[in-house]
């Protein structure tokens, strides 16, 4: 065994001991519901207990702890308190307010006796986190919303941008430049626009639009933005504005913002990764306007842009690009050649499926996997025209010689070595026979790829998320482990201490929630100092990861993660608990995963 995984397993079982210990103790009764057990657990049970406790000799954790000599206080702690950790607890008397049971706050002095709550707590959280413990995630991991067994996919399919074929940087700042003159020279912008350079980590896939407004913007699963992460232009917006222009709330109406495929009539989201250079091409035409004070109409620069990044699509400028100069655009293409050698080897189908044009498609797997790709397929389509290609049934399929030229014949069959264009869903599985469970498809737009797949036909998809390789090594930092463990502890802190209502413990559950809001912004920033993680809000699921769990099955960095399992394996969603539930599950025995239990009084702390 190595000593990283007897660090991992000693914490876990330190973890495991004070979370049981704490849970059989407390676990019972909601603590603001009970009546003879509402006096803080009551004197005569603590001091049972505390008796109990200095008897036992076997160094139990909490007695341990408490003689430890504290870590450094945090700079929000007062002086004068940083140093106080003896906890003396006096009964308190029972205060009802409006028929609710509330404690009020000890006869001895409430500021002492909060923060030496507050540093008991880092000290627990000090000894439970020994460096590196939290360093568990590998970006090569495929992560399962829904239980998928491999041994029962007999047909894999995949999308080609950024799925198959991996772009580097360097695209975007091409696709930013060219639809950033196409606006001065077609769309006659001001010529001062041209100073503004790609800024490569300025926005993040999923964010959201407001048309009207020209705001970027991060929001959650449950439609309310994330104060911190509204821009107008360059800068932020104070969170006052974003409440006036949102009528005294920071939540957008689901008639607003949910058409099925992120187009909402005054909000629209972002979902992949070719719209990147589209946001921030946005986000500097805006500033170029507000700072030069010059009158201007966001919808009209909406539409505008839009249509200058479709130029740069349809005009094949992106093609042209990628196929003049395939090493500079294109990265992983080793790794593509071993995923479709590997199925094939084991008898699995495979098929193609893309909205790019065969030349281009050609050109790229030529690169990555041979002059002979096309032997790994038993089916490719391209020009599919996703999503219509998976929810109507008007087009039909038409086959292209090799040279890429359209042919006449009627499509009775799709053969292998053959390539198709357009076509729609309902013929191809007429054609194919393949459905349900048996078909795994691949890509890295969640709507246009996944979402009619799951929703209409049953397949299992995977979806290709290329930035879970820079957000693990963002959560495997110490400094990420550690900011997070004491945010979610000081939350659980907050949550017990709030019964006391004296002004002195208010001003000191104010200095923590400064703090909270501290950590907050501190975590957020080591992502992306805009918007911070894709995945996360301030403590809720964002909207774009709320959908990468309805409509994917599996989720990845890229498809050579493919690589790292058998291809019987079954992958199992973990068993995360419910609000309600308990965190017994030792996959969930990390402080870094819950907010960590305070001794006996904090056990009801999910």
């Known amino acids: 065994m190595t000593n990283h995984t007897t660090v991992i397993r000693m914490a876990f079982k330190k973890v495991g001991t004070t979370l049981g210990r704490a849970w059989q103790n407390d676990c019972r009764t909601p603590p603001l519901s009970r009546s003879s057990k509402m006096n803080n657990f009551s004197t005569s049970r603590e001091l049972k207990s505390r008796e109990k406790k200095s008897k036992d000799q076997s160094c139990e954790s909490n007695c341990r702890l408490a003689a430890m000599p504290l ?18 607890k006096r009964p308190e008397e029972p205060l009802t307010v409006s028929g609710q049971l509330y404690s009020s706050a000890p006869k001895a002095d409430n500021r002492t006796y909060l923060w030496a709550r507050y540093n008991e707590m880092k000290r627990l959280v000090h000894d439970l986190i020994p460096p590196g413990v939290c360093n568990l995630l590998n970006s090569s991991t495929i992560y399962s919303n829904n239980e998928v067994s491999l041994a029962e996919v007999d047909i894999y399919g995949f999308d080609y941008d950024y799925t198959l074929a991996l772009y580097s940087n360097a695209l975007n700042t091409m696709i930013y430049n060219t639809a950033r003159d196409f606006l001065i020279e077609n769309f006659k912008y001001p010529e001062g626009i041209r100073k503004y350079d790609y800024i490569p980590n300025f926005a993040a896939r999923g964010l959201h639009y407001d048309i009207q407004k020209g705001l970027l913007m991060k929001i959650d699963a449950f439609h309310y933005i994330q104060l911190g992460t509204v821009y107008r232009g360059l800068n932020p917006v104070p969170d006052e504005e974003v409440l006036r222009l949102y009528g005294g709330t920071h939540h957008v109406p689901l008639h607003q913002v949910s058409g099925f495929y992120g187009k909402g009539p005054k909000v629209k989201q972002f979902m992949d990764i070719f719209s990147i250079p589209e946001m921030t091409l ?25 249509e200058a990044i479709g130029m740069v699509h349809i005009k094949g400028y992106m093609y042209k690009w990628v196929m003049q100069d395939l090493e500079k655009y294109i990265i992983g293409g080793e790794e593509t050649y071993a995923v479709l050698h590997r199925l094939v080897s084991h008898g699995k189908k495979l098929f193609l499926i893309t909205n790019s044009p065969f030349s281009f498609v050609d050109k790229g797997m030529r690169y990555m ?42 499509i009775n069959s799709l053969e292998k070595g053959q390539i198709y264009k357009q ?20 890509g890295d737009h969640l709507y246009s790829d996944l979402a009619d797949l799951m929703l209409r036909h049953g397949w299992r998809t995977g979806a290709i998320v290329p930035e879970l390789d820079l957000e693990t090594r963002v959560v495997n930092t110490e400094q990420y482990a550690q900011s997070l463990t004491w945010l979610q502890a000081l939350t659980g802190l907050l949550e017990r201490m709030q019964m006391h209502r004296d002004s002195q413990s208010m001003e000191v559950l104010q200095e923590w929630l400064k703090e909270r809001e501290e950590l907050r912004l501190r975590t957020k920033n080591l992502f992306n100092p805009q918007f911070g993680s894709i995945f996360r809000t301030c403590h809720n699921p964002t909207y774009f990861s709320r959908r990468l769990c309805r409509f ?41 995963c819950m907010k960590t239990p305070f001794l006996e009084e904090m056990a009801h702390i999910r």
């Open 282 to 306: 946005l986000a500097l035409a805006n500033d170029f306007f507000i700072s030069n004070d010059i009158e201007y109409d966001p919808e009209h620069l909406y539409k505008d842009v839009s």
């Open 369 to 410: 996997v041979g002059k002979d790709w096309r032997d790994f397929f038993d089916v490719v389509i391209v020009q599919a025209d996703k999503p219509h290609f998976f929810n109507d049934c008007v087009k039909p399929f038409r086959r292209l010689d090799g040279n890429g030229d359209l042919q006449w014949d009627k």
């Open 552 to 592: 994917s099955d599996v989720y990845m960095a890229s498809i050579s993660c493919l690589l790292n399992y058998d291809l019987s394996y079954t992958f199992y969603p973990r068993r995360t608990p419910l609000q309600h539930e308990a965190p017994l599950w030792m996959d969930q025995l990390c402080t870094g």
């Open 71 to 88: 870590p450094a206080a945090s700079s929000s702690t007062p002086a004068s308190q940083r140093h106080q950790v003896g906890d003396k």
């Open 423 to 442: 076509g729609n869903l309902y013929d191809f599985l007429r054609l194919t026979g393949w459905r349900g469970s048996r078909v795994l498809y691949f």
